[in-house]
């Protein structure tokens, strides 16, 4: 398993770390009709792998410099981090995803219908959930029905960003269906699936939590049925962190964290953020060692690097996890008014990312006795949302939070250009090719359809 997966992430990532300006020719257009025949078991983990890549890569990176998980320092990162975001700076995040992500994750689902392996055909369509829901949340109307058609349609219509939404769902219920088809001539393993090494029970486990999400995003479009949608979800999700969906690498240079490799490959480009370091601080939160590289004086300053929990060669990249699933269930128990059921969600939660950090019993006791931590009154959604903000730090999830709730409030830094970016803005290579149909007058405060 370790050698296979070695094998994938290196010809993956040696691929996508070719150039430091773009690795994707945005005039190359894949033809999936025709594509590189290649079976299931070797297409599936470099389609996961380059989820990986975007979401843990630029999407982490990006929308963690806004909401201060990150503070850029040099070249193009000292001046995303001061919110002047490009149409250049998005090309390779949309190209990867496109072309390489979800091209791959139709060539699975369309050869799983052929060979009658619904299994293989149902992550595919987790997976482009997922990936669908990242494309909405970041750049709101994106392609989609019209999407991955090579030749046959290289300048696809936009789809609504709410219509994005309501696809996912779709896909969703109907990858569900088919993880749970008692056949499938060909079944995911350890070595095809590098999330949950062909686990379609924890796959369906993924494919609830997926749902969850997507439903209590639109907790500002309609609070009771994003909340009666989220709620029946969660309880079909993850029961704990051993159900978490995650995108494992390998401790070596070629196949390494995406951070982690960042980290190396651009050294002194990034460090830890600002807002990050001071609620840590501020709380002496025991999973600091974990998330935030100390000086030589043993201090945790914005100066610091992004810790070993996440920036590791070996660190994991999620894709929706049990701590999520408690944290929104604690959102909408709050909201519920049930303050006893949305304090026990809110602990299991808190619990769980001590764990993961390393955290023991008698510190994580400590931590929660604190009353900026667990309030002998009523909790509040500041309690929970940068609890919440905490435990998912790294992921571009934590910016979507920040959208709905404003929560943790940000200090825009000194020499930043206006206010705090809202969404990516479309790429150059949209605007070359498909500028009939991209949405125009589009800026970094242009609010996604959830947003208000």
């Not at 962190?241 to 050294?267: G, H, K």
């Not at 002194?268 to 001071?278: A, K």
């Not at 929970?384 to 709905?404: G, H, N, V």
Request: charged content about 20%.
């Amino acid at each position: 398993m370790k050698k296979y997966l070695l094998i994938i992430l290196a010809a993956f990532s040696t691929l996508l770390f070719s150039s430091c300006d773009s690795w994707v020719d945005s005039n190359i257009n894949v033809d999936p009709n025709n594509p590189v025949d290649a079976p299931l078991n070797l297409v599936l983990p470099v389609a996961e792998v380059s989820y990986a890549y975007v979401v843990g890569g630029d999407f982490s990176r990006f929308t963690g410099m806004w909401i201060q998980n990150f503070t850029g320092i040099d070249r193009q990162f000292d001046v995303l981090n001061n919110y002047q975001f490009t149409e250049s700076d998005g090309d390779n995040s949309w190209s990867t995803t496109y072309q390489v992500c979800l091209n791959n994750l139709k060539i699975v689902s369309e050869k799983a219908t052929e060979s009658n392996s619904p299994h293989y055909r149902g992550i595919a369509k987790v997976m482009m959930a997922a990936t669908m829901g990242q494309v909405a949340d970041l750049w709101g109307d994106a392609p989609m029905s019209e999407a991955l058609q090579g030749n046959a349609n290289l300048k696809p219509k936009y789809d609504k960003a709410d219509a994005i939404y309501a696809s996912i769902q779709t896909m969703l219920n109907e990858a569900i269906t088919d993880l749970g088809s008692a056949t499938s001539t060909f079944k995911p393993d350890a070595s095809s699936d590098i999330i949950h090494g062909g686990n379609v029970s924890k796959w369906i486990k993924t494919a609830h939590a997926l749902k969850a999400r997507y439903a209590w995003r639109l907790s500002k479009v309609d609070q009771s049925k994003a909340a009666s949608a989220a709620l029946q979800s969660i309880a079909l999700a993850m029961g704990s962190e051993a159900d978490d969906a995650m995108v494992n690498f390998a401790e070596d240079p070629t196949a390494e964290n995406p951070l982690s490799q960042f980290m190396s490959q651009r050294s002194g480009y990034m460090t830890i953020g600002t807002r990050l370091v001071d609620i840590m601080n501020g709380l002496e939160d025991p999973r600091r060692d974990a998330y935030i590289a100390a000086d030589k004086a043993g201090k945790f300053t914005v100066d610091c690097d992004p810790g070993p929990l996440y920036a590791s060669a070996t660190s994991p990249v999620p894709v929706i996890t049990y701590v999520e699933m408690m944290m929104i269930r604690a959102e909408i128990k709050l909201a519920e008014g049930s303050g006893a059921d949305a304090k026990q969600s809110y602990t299991n939660a808190i619990k769980s990312s001590m764990k993961a950090a390393g955290v023991s019993d008698v510190e994580v006791t400590t931590y929660l006795a604190k009353p900026e931590v667990m309030p002998t009154g009523n909790l509040t959604l500041d309690h929970i949302m940068t609890q919440k903000y905490l435990a998912l730090y790294t992921q571009p999830e934590s910016f979507c939070d920040w959208r709905k709730t404003g929560i943790p409030s940000i200090t825009p830094p000194k020499l930043a250009s206006g206010l705090t970016p809202r969404r990516f803005i479309y790429p150059i290579s949209e605007r070359i090719y498909n500028s009939a149909n991209m949405p125009a007058g589009i800026t970094t405060q242009s609010k996604i359809f959830w947003d208000k």
